[in-house]
């Protein structure tokens, strides 16, 4: 596995992988590639690929204070519990450090206790009292 800067031609198949029930906006509908396109930064969108097929990615951003925000850790369904969401998170973790950032805040779906495992494993803490609301203007 080869992870590696997104560009603009992976963000259809990024699209297509966020297809997920865990990742549908409140607002209906999926994250599309326009959107994603303006994430594209040499530290904070990276992708997974094999055989040059994209199986995974992670999307963030640098917020004010030194926090980073991992919007995003997708892997394709045929790729998961083989160990490149860790090799990903680590991937984001390590470059978030290098930009100066030493606290990183993320989401993840509630109903999913594999994800919540997963987050949990790798040191992460979960929160117990905030709903996530957004309003599309």
Not at 13 to 31: A, D, H, N, T, V
Request: aromatic share 16%.
């Amino acid at each position: 596995m080869l992870i590696r800067q997104a560009t603009k031609k992976d963000l259809k198949q990024c699209e297509r992988l966020g297809k997920i029930p865990e990742f549908e906006l409140p607002s209906g509908g999926y994250m599309k590639a326009q959107w994603l396109e303006s994430y594209l930064d040499p530290d904070f969108f990276m992708i997974a690929e094999e055989k040059d097929r994209v199986i995974g990615y992670f999307l963030g951003e640098k917020l004010i204070g030194g926090v980073g925000l991992l919007w995003y850790i997708m892997v394709h369904k045929d790729f998961r519990g083989k160990g490149f969401g860790t090799k990903l998170l680590n991937e984001f973790e390590r470059r978030v450090k290098k930009r100066g950032i030493d606290w990183i805040v993320l989401y993840g779906p509630a109903l999913n206790k594999k994800t919540i495992r997963f987050y949990e494993k790798h040191g992460y803490n979960k929160g117990k009292t905030f709903y996530e609301f957004n309003k599309l203007l």
